[in-house]
């Protein structure tokens, strides 16, 4: 099984700040590879996928990098609607396994 | 519009049975595969199963293999979870979920707005 580890388990931010989001996978994932964005009493939403790509909709504040191991989701600017928890997931191989989600938080 | 309504969550003894339903609309039902997601109350999400388009293909967690049997109905769109021998740790919100490329199980684009589902004496 492919664990994903994400750093940090918190992030505390104001609007308008930078947010950079990392996830190492235990072993290589190619690109196979997706971000998703969770508010609290709703379904996850996908933001990324394959890596880099921008999944329908969601706004270009929104941008991911990595291949490998090493994974990054960068939210350039932040707005109110972005605190939330944010998880990766890899489909590289079964069983299909999420990270442990990190919470972006008002600062 | 994409549609999953999650039902039949609820209250179970230990070592009792459930069977979840996702109802799914605005897509070919029979083109992609399907998951269920759970998530513990507070804690992160946790993959559970998948089912191939056709249904031919199934894959499980290690923790609910044995015990849960996911199917589908292509003929009336609809995904099922058979939960058996529940354990209190498998209390959570079940969630079906839609893969976002037509084959085996990708990433997930469409959500349900989840069911729970609780295993308490």
């Known amino acids: 099984e492919i664990v994903l580890t994400q750093s940090p388990a918190t992030l505390s931010l104001s609007p308008g700040e930078r947010a950079t989001l990392s996830c190492r996978a235990s072993q290589s994932v190619s690109s196979y590879f997706a971000w998703y964005q969770q508010k609290p009493g709703q379904a996850p939403r996908l933001l990324m996928y394959?890596?880099?790509n921008r999944a329908t909709g969601i706004p270009a504040r929104f941008s991911g990098s990595g291949s490998g191991t090493d994974f990054t989701l960068t939210i350039s600017s932040l707005e109110p609607e972005d605190f939330a928890v944010y998880y990766c997931q890899q489909r590289s191989s079964w069983p299909r396994t999420f990270g442990q989600g990190t919470k972006v938080e008002i600062k | 519009e994409v549609q999953l309504l999650e039902s039949g969550g609820g209250l179970v003894q230990p070592g009792g049975s459930l069977r979840l339903s996702c109802a799914a609309s605005g897509f070919t039902f029979s083109t992609y595969a399907l998951s269920w997601v759970r998530q513990a109350p507070g804690k992160g999400l946790e993959w559970v199963s998948a089912i191939s388009g056709s249904g031919d293909v199934r894959y499980y967690a290690d923790s609910v293999k044995g015990r849960f049997t996911t199917s589908r109905d292509n003929s009336k769109s609809t995904l099922y979870l058979q939960m058996d021998s529940l354990r209190a740790e498998d209390t959570a919100v079940y969630y079906c979920a839609k893969s976002m490329f037509g084959g085996s199980g990708s990433y997930f684009d469409y959500w349900g707005q989840g069911t729970l589902v609780t295993v308490s004496s």
């Open positions: 394959d890596a880099s």
